[in-house]
């Protein structure tokens, strides 16, 4: 059972959501005010955020990024009726997990909702760290470092990174990425992966622009580059 805070203010797009969640034995805290589940999430230190972007006062996305970076671990996925490209990779850049847009199946939320909490569990298969290079990347702390310098990583970004460097020189796809992340790359686009990877370079290549670490093979996917080779 884990402890899940809604923030949206459609009363019955929450209460849709609760009796879905507490079907799966989850409790759900519903809040339907962007300033108030600030103050109640920095107290109670939820096991994931189902969060609207519309909100009154406090939007959602200025909400994510607070949270995001006062709480790096905690498990985001939003809910948003703009369905553009630019908004939902918005979401993502200011450290959402995943999104769903409306209208959307209760069932592909709660799928979305089990990935997350997934992902959220303590690494149970990789005990050692993982070095790649400079890159050091520790499983069981769910740590990074490099070049000895630490990084912050939102969760999704960490759990992508921790995919690359275990398989260090090899080319990953978009669409393989995603079904080990997400469980079920047909919900979501590889415009995700894109983002993640963008956010990843800004925090571990010397030059963003110009990447030596996370390296783009154009029509396949991207890869960590090993220096071996």
Known sequence: MARIVIVEDDALQSELIRRYLERERHDVEVIDDGAVALTSIRA??????????MLPGLDGLTLCRTLREEMHELPILILTARSTENDLLLGLELGADDYVTKPYSPRELVGRVRALLRRALPA?????????????????????????RPVELTRAEFD???EFATQSGIVLSRSQL????????QWIGPRTIDTHVKNLRLKIEDDPQRPAKLITVHGVGYKLESPTG
């Open 178 to 185: 995603l079904d080990r992340l997400h469980g079920s790359a």
């Open 124 to 148: 149970t298969t990789i005990r050692t760290d993982v070095v790649v290079g400079g890159l050091v990347i520790d499983p069981e702390r769910r740590t990074v470092t490099v070049d000895a």
């Open 44 to 53: 109670s230190s939820p096991d994931l955020l189902i969060l609207d972007v």
């Open 160 to 162: 992508l990174l921790l």
